[in-house]
């Protein structure tokens, strides 16, 4: 049977682990925290955001026309 680490050991091992993308650790946040209502506003705003982009690229002939 193993001892048991101490506290100190514990934090070197988890200091060793990698660290979760920004996207992954966003996602356990909404799921552990369960504010799924995030989800909709984080989704819009990205869409918004490459529209604006693509706006101001060779494509903005062919989003002009959608509005």
């Known amino acids: 049977m ?4 101490n506290s100190a050991a514990k934090f070197d091992d988890l200091a060793q682990q990698k660290r979760p993308s920004l996207a992954l650790e966003f996602w356990y ?6 504010k799924w209502w995030l989800l909709p506003i984080l989704v819009t705003l990205l869409l918004l955001c490459l ?3 693509l706006g101001g690229s060779g494509a903005a002939v062919f989003i002009y026309p959608l509005f």
């Open 29 to 34: 946040f909404l799921k552990h925290n369960k």
């Open 51 to 53: 529209l604006v982009l």
């Open 2 to 5: 193993k001892p048991p680490k």
